[in-house]
């Protein structure tokens, strides 16, 4: 099992600013994963993070909004760099031990860009 | 890509009914999630599905493979059982999962 501490949990925002949201897990992962939930809509992955190589990014996320780090196996950030009232979502962390198995999610950083 | 789709998107029912909630996908998979979202954003895993059915507590898990389709039940339901279901699917290997857009549900004492 794993225990996923999420930092902030919620934020208020100013546009054009950028802000880091970490990811503290008790046990050692290989692959931790950063999800946004825009209101109302599914969660999509942005990135997949790797201990000790660039992130992963999906269509549609890019570096330079998204910079994420991966300093060791039990922790990551990702910052929303930039943002805009279209930031507004709630970022997920989550890590899976190996394919198919549970996945656990921290609490969620609920960001509102105003 | 998998399309997941779920139904319904939203759902009241009192306290003490038998839920069902729906997930349908399009392509063949290696593993579905049912996950629950609380209003705080959290979420947790509830059964992870290759074949078969499970059973946790209250809760039942089905899947079809052939057809595509999954249910997850809720027996003897509670108002703490009030929350946001999810289904997600992984297509095969380490493929990122698709996730479903919810089905919020609201039990009413």
């Known amino acids: 099992s794993a225990v996923i501490s999420q930092k902030p949990s919620r934020d208020i925002c100013q546009r054009g600013t950028s802000l880091t949201i970490q990811c503290q897990v008790d046990?050692?992962?290989?692959?931790m994963f950063w999800y946004r939930q825009q209101p109302g809509q599914s969660l999509t992955l942005i990135a997949t993070?790797?201990?000790?190589?660039?992130?992963?990014?999906e269509s549609g996320f890019v570096i330079d909004k998204f910079p994420i780090s991966r300093p060791n196996l039990t922790f990551s950030t990702l910052t929303v760099s930039n943002m805009s009232p279209e930031d507004s979502s709630i970022y997920l962390c989550?890590?899976?031990?190996?394919?198919?198995?549970?996945?656990?999610f921290g609490e969620g950083s609920w960001l509102t860009v105003v | 890509k998998n399309e997941v789709e779920q139904s319904p998107q939203n759902l009241t029912a009192q306290e003490g009914e038998f839920i069902t909630i729906n997930c349908s996908y399009s392509?063949?998979?290696?593993?579905l999630h049912w996950l629950q979202q609380h209003p705080g954003g959290g979420i947790v895993s509830l059964f992870m599905?290759?074949?078969g059915k499970k059973k946790h507590g209250r809760l039942i898990a089905t899947i079809n493979i052939q057809e595509k389709h999954s249910s997850l039940h809720i027996t003897a339901s509670h108002p703490r059982d009030s929350a946001v279901y999810i289904c997600?699917?992984?297509?095969?290997?380490?493929?990122?999962?698709?996730f479903g857009k919810g089905t919020r549900l609201s039990v009413i004492a």
């Open positions: 989550s890590v899976g031990f190996y394919s198919g198995n549970t996945i656990y």
């Open positions: 046990s050692q992962v290989t692959m």
């Open positions: 993070a790797n201990q000790g190589s660039e992130a992963t990014y």
């Open positions: 392509v063949g998979i290696s593993a």
């Open positions: 599905l290759s074949s």
């Open positions: 997600a699917v992984r297509s095969s290997g380490n493929t990122p999962l698709v």
